[in-house]
């Protein structure tokens, strides 16, 4: 049981966009704009291509955004590529001894 | 370029102790908080432990509080995790990370991964 809740497949066909949700409490999600995405392709280490709800490190294409809507935080992937194809991974900040949730991971296929 | 490398998984019975380490290069390193996180075979990514820029905060998840201890050497640029009565469950590739700060809200966003290192408990 993941503290944050994440659908467990999306799909898309390419050049279509899709959007992953990503589902926590007023504690976590709610309370701060400290969400991060991760993506991980098949036995790699994950990626940072989201944080701080909306921010982009460098590198990461611009095809990929992210929003925040309440306790609902989402990652976009517009253009969709075939590499793509990844799990995706919320993370949230919350002020407690363990201050790092992450969500179960969303499986994108590329049709 | 910066850096992290993971050793000393291994393969250990239930009950019995194993120590990680990170190397890390390239950036700041006591200006950075660190991470531990775990992915079990086939499943998604689970956060462990966190230790603040300086070592003096650390943070675990529940399942292994009283079990795991975190801790950094900033003059040797090394992370650590001391796990102690390891179970079947506990059995998971272990990834050092890096933190975009140093400390509280600056945790939880990880920009730089090491390629882990795979922990078997049987």
């Known amino acids: 049981h993941s503290a944050l809740t994440q659908p467990a497949s999306v799909s898309g066909s390419p050049g279509q966009s899709i959007t992953i949700s990503c589902t926590g409490t007023n504690s976590d999600i709610g309370a701060y704009n400290y969400v991060s995405w991760y993506q991980q392709h098949p036995d790699k280490a994950p990626k940072l291509i989201i944080y701080d709800v909306t921010y982009r490190p460098s590198g990461v294409s611009d095809r990929f955004s992210g929003s925040k809507s309440g306790n609902t935080a989402s990652l976009t992937i517009s253009g969709l590529q075939a590499d793509d194809e990844a799990d995706y991974y919320c993370s949230s900040y919350t002020a407690s001894s363990t201050p790092v949730l992450l969500g179960g991971g969303t499986k994108v296929t590329v049709l | 370029e910066v850096q992290l490398l993971e050793s000393g998984g291994a393969l250990v019975q239930p009950g019995g102790s194993l120590r990680l380490s990170c190397a890390a290069s390239?950036?700041?390193?006591?200006?950075?908080?660190l991470s531990w996180v775990r992915q079990a075979p086939g499943k998604g990514l689970e956060w462990v432990s966190a230790?603040?820029?300086?070592?003096?905060?650390?943070y675990y998840t529940d399942s292994v509080k009283g079990r795991f201890t975190i801790s950094r050497d900033n003059s040797m640029n090394t992370l650590h995790l001391q796990m102690n009565s390891l179970s079947p469950e506990d059995t998971a590739v272990y990834y050092c990370?890096?933190?975009?700060?140093?400390?509280?809200?600056?945790?939880?966003?990880?920009?730089?991964w090491g390629q882990g290192t795979t922990v078997t408990v049987s």
């Open positions: 390239g950036f700041t390193f006591g200006h950075h908080g």
């Open positions: 990370a890096k933190a975009r700060g140093w400390d509280g809200s600056g945790i939880y966003a990880l920009d730089v």
């Open positions: 230790i603040s820029g300086a070592g003096g905060n650390t």
